[in-house]
């Protein structure tokens, strides 16, 4: 049984706990089919309406694992291109999941974020982070390029500039430098982070199902549409919001001054 990644529901709550906690959660070929599994599942489950991914341990992920790495060595340098080749197109599938998948999907992370960690934090909707998480591309001092969409979402978040650096120059920076920068939400003591988590994630859960969907896949789209057809999808995703219960119920409780209850529909 496959046990590296953890699946754990709680109403509409999923949470992927990545374990492997004695290696750091680092990345291995298990850690891949599970990932591919369990967001395969979760993102054709109507049921959800968040999905929380953290780290089992002190850590969140350092990266792939490179004593698996080391296993390659022995072979002809064709034979290493086709193997590392097909692995990240093969890991790639998680992360094309999570980002296209309709619910929201947080990131919780501590300890360790590095490498293939960053990729999927930054692949996530939203992170929150423990004042002990420290983060760091790492590539370049394994001789390699990024893998999990780290060279996509990094100058989309941050700026092309301050991507090179991390990428180019593999420098560790803390909790209050991912937070300027914009790659973490909030920054929360590490004994608080869980109880942070699992608000936030409440916040999503019980919110207009429908509209957060939307405004996800609005959002997504922006940077390759041109001004005129993200308008134009505004304005049609505005339409279909408007035709739901839930934007019944939020007008009516603004105008009898409570809280809305949506239902998700």
Known sequence: MNTTVLLDRDGAIATLTLNRPASLNTL???????????????????SVRCVIIKGAG????????????GEQLAGVPSDRQRHFTHMVEHMHTAIENLQRMPHPVLASVHGAVAGFG????????????????????????????????????LPRLIGLKKAMEIILLGERFDAAEALRLGLV??????????????????????????????AKRLVNQSMSQSLSAQLLSEAESF????????FAEGVRAFLEKRKPRFGGS
Do not use: Q, W
Not at 58 to 69: E, P, V, Y
Not at 185 to 213: D, Q
Not at 239 to 246: L, R
């Open 239 to 246: 339409g279909a919001c408007a035709t739901s219960e839930d």
């Open 118 to 153: 960053l990729s999927l934090m930054c692949a996530c909707d939203l992170a929150l982070a423990a004042e002990s998480s420290y983060f760091t591309s790492a590539y370049r001092h394994l001789g390699l390029t990024p893998d999990g969409g780290m060279s996509y979402t």
């Open 185 to 214: 939400n909030r920054v929360v003591p590490e004994s608080e982070l869980h109880a942070a988590t699992h608000e936030l994630a409440s916040m999503l859960a019980t919110g207009p199902a429908l509209a957060l969907r939307r």
């Open 58 to 69: 002190k850590h969140f992920m350092a990266g792939g694992d490179i004593r698996s790495f």
């Open 28 to 46: 291995d070929s298990e850690m891949i089919h599970a990932l591919i599994a369990h967001s395969t599942e979760l993102a054709a489950d109507d």
